[in-house]
Structures are given as C-alpha cells and as structure tokens.
C-alpha cells in the first residue's frame, strides 16, 4: 500500500481512481524527497554530489580531470582547500598588518556591539596604507564598518624662546600724519628674554 492511499479515508481505498492517482502521486514525493535529501547532503562537502563538488571546484578555479580522480578525491580537495584558508579573526587581522606595516605599527581593536573594526596605524606612505586597506576590506566581515584611526609615533622636539621689541607709534589723533608717506609705527631693536 502507498503511503498516500494511507491517509484517505478506508472507504476510499478500494476505488481504482483513488488508487492510480496515488500511486502516482507517491511516486512523485519520492522523487522530490529523494531531491530535497540531495539538495540537503550537497551542502556538505563529504557528502556533495558530483555537481555540488564541480560548482565548488569552479568557484576554487580547480581544473580536475574526471578520468583520473574519483569523486572522493576530489571532495578531499575542495575540503583541503576550504580548510587551508587562513580564518579571518583579529589575530590574523594584525599578523597581516605586522607583515605589511611592521611590528607594532598598527592596532585592530573591534566593538563586537557597534558592529566596528577600528584600525589605528601609524604609517605615512601612500603605498602602504592601499595596501593595508585593501587586505583589511578583504579580511572584514561584511556587517563590520571600518573606521581608520592615524596615530603617529614620532617625537617633536619643542624649543621655547621670547623676544621683545619697543613699537613707537607715528599717529596720533590731531596731528598731520599722512597716510602711505609716514610709517605707522617705528620698530626699536629686538630684545631676546630667554631662549
């Protein structure tokens, strides 16, 4: 008995109709669970038809050659590469800038509950910060915003000195300056306080 003619009523189990139109229709959720059951094992590499493991194969642009490998073979390739990719965590994060930049010449620091990937460096050449933006836009996951932070680490030396100088003026009110022949105000000589 089909398992559709199971869940009709008894007294429908003896019409012919009834009997054909679900021994059809078993046969049709047979096959559509047996698809639904592929479609389930193809999300999984070692369980992967040979379809699911060529798409993947096209996405790793891995040119296999059917004559030669078996389709286990190939499985353990495509999960070999999958597994060889580095894991895109903060730590690879800042190995990859340390290699890039230079040792403690960059800082990742994340706030998992903004959703925000800070990266504070500290680099002046042009070149270098392409670089270190392209492999942080490859790294970051993409519900993460970047935000780049510049922090340079060098000292500045700073000299204090202080000077005086004695303007006399030129104008008053009330008096015949003319303007653009007379000098505004004379300049004394420049007096050093401290240095």
Do not use: C
Request: overall charge neutral; cysteine-free.
């Amino acid at each position: 008995m089909n398992r559709l003619l199971e869940r009709l009523p008894i007294f429908l189990h003896n019409l012919r109709e009834f009997k054909v139109s679900t021994e059809i229709g078993s046969k049709e959720f047979d096959q559509l669970e047996a698809k639904i059951n592929q479609i389930l094992d193809d999300q999984f590499i070692e369980t992967s038809s040979l379809e699911a493991i060529e798409r993947r194969e096209n996405m790793l642009k891995i040119i296999a050659d059917p004559s030669t490998e078996s389709l286990e073979n190939r499985r353990i390739r495509v999960l070999n590469r999958y597994q060889t990719k580095p894991p895109f965590t903060k730590r690879y994060l800042q190995q990859q800038l340390d290699t890039l930049l230079g040792i403690a010449r960059s800082n990742v620091t994340i706030n998992p509950e903004a959703f925000i990937l800070t990266v504070t460096t500290s680099i002046d050449d042009a070149f270098l910060f392409k670089e270190m933006e392209y492999t942080i836009n490859t790294v970051k996951p993409a519900n993460m915003l970047y935000q780049q932070e510049t922090s340079l680490r060098d000292k500045i030396i700073i000299k204090e000195s202080a000077k005086k100088q004695v303007l006399t003026r030129n104008t008053r009110l009330g008096t015949t300056w003319k303007l653009g022949r007379t000098p505004w105000a004379d300049r004394g000589e420049e007096v050093v306080i401290f240095d």
